[in-house]
């Protein structure tokens, strides 16, 4: 069985509980996702929490696609995926 998380925002303002995140990678969690509402933004959670880790794949439970084009959207994830050694899921 594998555990995962999620973290977002409900506001425009980002929140993180990094040491949540962190003892969740500690005690074997799988993934951990980020979500985004008007006013922040998914996958610059992600990168803050890939830069942070070392296990846990990190991924994205929602990005609004209308804020983004799909070719920036794959390309976005090509980057955050070889920045982090395959960490993002």
Do not use: C
Not at 5 to 34: C, F, P, Q, W
Not at 50 to 78: D, E, N, S, Y
Request: hydrophobic share 40%; charged share 15%.
């Amino acid at each position: 069985m594998k555990l995962g998380m999620t973290t977002g925002s409900g506001n425009r303002h980002v929140t993180l509980d990094m040491e949540m995140i962190l003892e969740a990678e500690r005690l074997g969690y799988d993934i951990v996702r980020t979500s985004e509402s008007y006013g922040s933004d998914a996958v610059s959670t992600a990168a803050f929490i890939l830069a942070q880790t070392t296990k846990i794949h990190v991924g994205t439970g929602i990005m609004q696609f209308g804020a983004r084009t799909p070719a920036m959207t794959a390309m976005t994830a090509i980057s955050l995926d070889h920045l982090s050694g395959g960490g993002s899921g």
